[in-house]
C-alpha cells in the first residue's frame, strides 16, 4: 500500500481490519501522523523524538534514532461521571514511578480517548497492565 501511495518522508498510517477468515479489509489510509497521544507513546518507548527525526529525513535523507523499544507504553484513561475505586490523586500517588504524562482532555478528544489520560511506561508489560486494570476500576453499585 505504502508504494501504490508513493510514500516517502512523512509519517503516515494505514487502518486495516482482519477479518475472521484471515482476509484484510482496508478502512483508512492517513498521510499525518497517528493520532492522540501516539506519538509521544513512540517517543517514550524508543527515547527518542519521532519530530526530530522526520525533519532529519526531510533535510538530510536519514534516520538517525535508534529504534530500541527499550520501554513498554500503556495509555489508561478515564470517564467523568464514573465511580472510581482510585482518585486521580490516588492514581498520581500510587503510579508517579510509571507515569511519563498525564492531562485532562480537551473537550474535541475526550470523546474517543477519555477525560483523563495517563500514559505510562515501565521496562515490563505486566505492572503496566496492573496499573491500567487498577486505575480504570470502577467501584460495584
Do not use: C
Amino acid at each position: 500500500m505504502a508504494r501504490a501511495f508513493d510514500l516517502r518522508e512523512r509519517p503516515f498510517h494505514f487502518e486495516i481490519f482482519r477479518t475472521d477468515d484471515g482476509r484484510l479489509i482496508p478502512l483508512e489510509v492517513n498521510m499525518r501522523p497517528p493520532g492522540g497521544w501516539t506519538v509521544d507513546m513512540f517517543n517514550y518507548a524508543n527515547d527518542f523524538d519521532l519530530y526530530r527525526e522526520w525533519a532529519n529525513v526531510v533535510v538530510n535523507g536519514r534516520f538517525d534514532a535508534t529504534v530500541t523499544r527499550r520501554y513498554h507504553v500503556v495509555y489508561a484513561s478515564r470517564r467523568d461521571g464514573r465511580n472510581y475505586v482510585m482518585s486521580h490523586d490516588d492514581v498520581m500517588r500510587e503510579y508517579s514511578d510509571l507515569i511519563v504524562q498525564q492531562a485532562r482532555m480537551d473537550a474535541v478528544i475526550a470523546v474517543a480517548m477519555g477525560d483523563q489520560g495517563y500514559v505510562m511506561r515501565h521496562a515490563e508489560a505486566e505492572p503496566l497492565i496492573d496499573a491500567a486494570k487498577r486505575i480504570q476500576e470502577v467501584r460495584p453499585d
